[in-house]
């Protein structure tokens, strides 16, 4: 499965979207355009992105450009999981 598939559908079940993830485009905008992706959710993506992709996500590794899209997410991904 590609690795934006497996982001939008971890998006879409962690912040309870309802199928909304499924209009995204690398360029949606999501840290400050989704209200539903706040500081704890985003804690709880990054668990998602951990235990459903095998993925080791540090402290770190992290900051706002991260979550800036869907792009920047699906690209740090990437880059996590080689």
């Known amino acids: 499965m ?3 598939t497996q982001v939008l559908r971890l998006l879409d079940e962690v ?5 909304r993830s ?3 485009t690398r360029q ?3 840290l400050g ?20 992709l095998g993925m ?3 402290d770190d ?3 706002g450009e991260t979550f800036a899209t869907v792009g920047t ?3 740090f991904v990437a880059a996590r999981m080689g």
């Open 15 to 19: 912040l309870s979207l309802d199928g």
């Open 22 to 24: 499924a209009t995204f």
């Open 33 to 52: 355009a989704i209200p539903e992706l706040d500081s704890m959710a985003v804690v709880s993506l990054i668990s998602a992105l951990e235990e459903n």
């Open 28 to 30: 949606t905008p999501l």
């Open 73 to 75: 997410l699906c690209d």
């Open 56 to 58: 080791i996500v540090d």
């Open 2 to 4: 590609q690795i934006e």
């Open 61 to 63: 590794d992290i900051d």
